[in-house]
Every structure is written in structure tokens, then in C-alpha cells.
């Protein structure tokens, strides 16, 4: 199957410095890619959808601002959160839909460990 | 979008079958029934997905019944690496996927 990639696998950062988040779909384009933001032992929740070349949209409760998404190319989605709280610890999951697949499936990133301290 | 039922826990042991079902009562007629499982610290996985006929692949079935309003997710012989967070959901042809709590499978040696 289709292969999406994040980087770092994990991160650790002080409170109030900002963090970057890439996803990759690694052998199909994606057009559009999802974050999703999921707290232990608690469900995946999605926080924003990201279409190439437009802005994104964002879930409701999610603060646009402190969590920037670009998705400047077929195949690369950012997340960038901007001064970054303890609160905002969390795993963050990429996944991006291959519209080249005949039922528009959509494949999930490994997850990026976000700690701040 | 249409929800989905799940048990919150079960156990299995090793080399053993498991079912692990879901209900949708709500199904509408063209919602697909995608199973994802999520092993810890990583992303969900794909499982195996259907629409109405039951469905077999390398890692397990689908058992759709025939009014659509339940599935069962078949794993044929549990082993340790299944343990995870198995999640029903339904998705209709472009949706988002959208998770509810799932149900934690343990499987004991």
C-alpha cells in the first residue's frame, strides 16, 4: 500500500518556542492530507484538512493561529505549532487521501510525538 | 456521520480466533465499513474494508451481516503483535474518517 511519512518521529521543546511537523506521502500524490491530534489513551481527533494550495480548514475548537498548516506541494503537508504550552503536548498523526486509488483511500503517517516542556 | 458501536475491551488468547464486532445501526447504503487498528505509539493501520459481501485478506475477514447493521472483524489466530486499538468506522466514498474510542484488544500468552 501507499506509504505516508512524518518527521521527526518525535520532538521535545520548550514551552513558547514553536515546532514544525512534516508529512509526506512518499509514492502518490495527495492533494488533500488531514492532522489529527490524539492525547493518551483517548481517540484520534481531527484537527484540520489541508488542500494543495489553499488554506486550510480547520476543525472547530482548533485555533487556526497557533497551529499553521501549509501544504505547499502534491506531496508535503506542514503543521506548525506556534508557541508551543504543555497542553499542546500530544501525538500528532498526518494522513492524506490518494485520489489516484478508485475508492479515494487514505493513508496514515507513523505519528509525531510532540512533548513540551 | 454515521456511528458505530464497540466494546471497549477484550481479550483473547495467543493463537486463538477472535471476533471482534461492531454495530452501525444507522448504516446508510453507501457507507463503506473500514476497519483501522492502531498498535501503541504508532499510526492506525489499515485492516480490511467492505460495503455488503464479507471480504478476506492476508491479515483477517470482514463478516458483513445481511442487513448491514453489524460487522465482525476476524482475526483467525491471535498472536501478541495484535494487540491493539482495532477502530470500526464508516466512510462513505470520499468522507474523512472519523474515530470513535475503538476497542482495546489484549491478547494474553
Known amino acids: 500500500g501507499a506509504v505516508v511519512s512524518q518527521h521527526p518521529s518525535w520532538v521535545i521543546c520548550k514551552s513558547g518556542t514553536s515546532v514544525k511537523i512534516e508529512c509526506r506521502s512518499l509514492?502518490?500524490?495527495?492533494?488533500?492530507m488531514f492532522w489529527y491530534r490524539q492525547f493518551p489513551k483517548q481517540s484520534l481527533m481531527l484537527m484540520a484538512t489541508s488542500n494543495e494550495g489553499s488554506k486550510a480548514t480547520y476543525e472547530q475548537g482548533v485555533e487556526k493561529d497557533k497551529f499553521l498548516i501549509n501544504h505547499a506541494s502534491l506531496t508535503l503537508s506542514t503543521l506548525t505549532v506556534t508557541s508551543a504550552h504543555p497542553e499542546d503536548s500530544s501525538f500528532y498523526i498526518c494522513s492524506a487521501r490518494d485520489y489516484g486509488s478508485d475508492s479515494y483511500e487514505q493513508y496514515f503517517g507513523p505519528g509525531t510525538r510532540l512533548t513540551v516542556t | 456521520d454515521a456511528k458505530t458501536t464497540q466494546p471497549n475491551s477484550m481479550e483473547s488468547n495467543e493463537e486463538e480466533p477472535v471476533h471482534l464486532p461492531c454495530n452501525h445501526s444507522?448504516?446508510?447504503?453507501?457507507?463503506?465499513i473500514h476497519w483501522y487498528r492502531q498498535l501503541p505509539s504508532q499510526g492506525p493501520e489499515y485492516v480490511i474494508h467492505g460495503l455488503t459481501s464479507n471480504v478476506n485478506n492476508r491479515m483477517a475477514s470482514l463478516a458483513i451481516a445481511e442487513d448491514r447493521k453489524s460487522s465482525t472483524l476476524i482475526l483467525h489466530r491471535a498472536t501478541l503483535r495484535d494487540a491493539a486499538v482495532y477502530y470500526c468506522i464508516l466512510r462513505n466514498y470520499g468522507q474523512n474518517f472519523v474515530f470513535g474510542p475503538g476497542t482495546r484488544l489484549s491478547v494474553l500468552p
Open positions: 509514492d502518490f500524490q495527495a492533494t488533500t
Open positions: 444507522t448504516i446508510s447504503g453507501t457507507d463503506y
